[in-house]
């Protein structure tokens, strides 16, 4: 069965600085999808980033990008020039044929 | 109405009552999805329908009764629940089941607090 783990419960970064989210996974899966997802406090949660099992390079977009380390089974979120918006729960999503969740990283802004 | 919306949005009921949550997706999606959000732990993938039929059931207990009467449409009725089901419940649809670049868009979610 896939796992997903994300190691860092809770994380603090200053306004206008980088944060660094981890996410571990376990497949035997050659082709697959990541995720990550935002669940803002009492709103929807919605997709940041996603990347492609068999695309070697890394996504990004805007101050969103990831690390992809497929040998690794690693996927971590660095979220660049940190806003006070950016503060919520982040998810790691796995996949195959069904979708596999980790139990979030709550990230705070502080101003 | 725009993406995927919940109702109702917060619920509190008691361990013999019978109630149901609505999810209604406006973005002609295929899929819709059922998870169980708890505090720490990870979404639970709760029941999956494609077309309006059930496809995934992942040994959910039968207090929980889904319904999904059209592709637009998914309920989740709820009977005899106990504390511990008390949650955030999300609903999502995809605009099919299969391919894995599929993205899922979530609703706001219901919060249920089991007394």
């Known amino acids: 069965a896939q796992t997903v783990t994300q190691s860092q419960p809770e994380m603090s970064v200053q306004e206008a600085e980088t944060v660094t989210l981890s996410c571990t996974y376990d497949t035997s899966e050659s082709n697959y999808y990541l995720f990550w997802y935002k669940q803002p406090p009492s709103r929807q949660m919605i997709l940041v980033i996603r990347?492609?099992?068999?695309?070697?390079q890394n996504a990004t977009e805007n101050r969103f990008s990831v690390n992809f380390q497929k040998a690794a089974k690693s996927f971590s979120l660095k979220i660049s020039d940190s806003q006070l918006g950016d503060t919520a729960m982040y998810f790691c999503?796995?996949?195959?044929?069904?979708?596999?969740f980790g139990a979030g990283t709550r990230l705070t802004v502080k101003p | 109405e725009t993406g995927v919306t919940q109702t109702p949005r917060h619920l509190v009921m008691g361990m013999t009552n019978k109630k149901s949550l609505k999810c209604e997706q406006h973005?002609?999606?295929?899929?819709m999805y059922w998870y169980k959000q708890s505090a720490k732990k990870p979404l639970e993938l709760m029941f999956v329908y494609s077309l309006e039929e059930r496809v995934e059931n992942n040994s959910v207990p039968s207090r929980f009764s889904p319904e999904c009467p059209n592709s637009s449409h998914l309920f989740l009725h709820l009977h005899t629940l106990q504390p511990e089901d008390s949650a955030l419940y999300l609903c999502?649809?995809?605009?099919?089941?299969?391919?894995?670049?599929?993205?899922?868009?979530f609703g706001p979610g219901t919060r249920l607090t089991v007394l």
């Open positions: 999502a649809s995809s605009q099919t089941l299969g391919g894995n670049y599929n993205e899922q868009f």
């Open positions: 999503a796995f996949r195959d044929n069904d979708m596999r």
């Open positions: 973005l002609g999606h295929n899929a």
């Open positions: 990347q492609e099992a068999y695309k070697q």
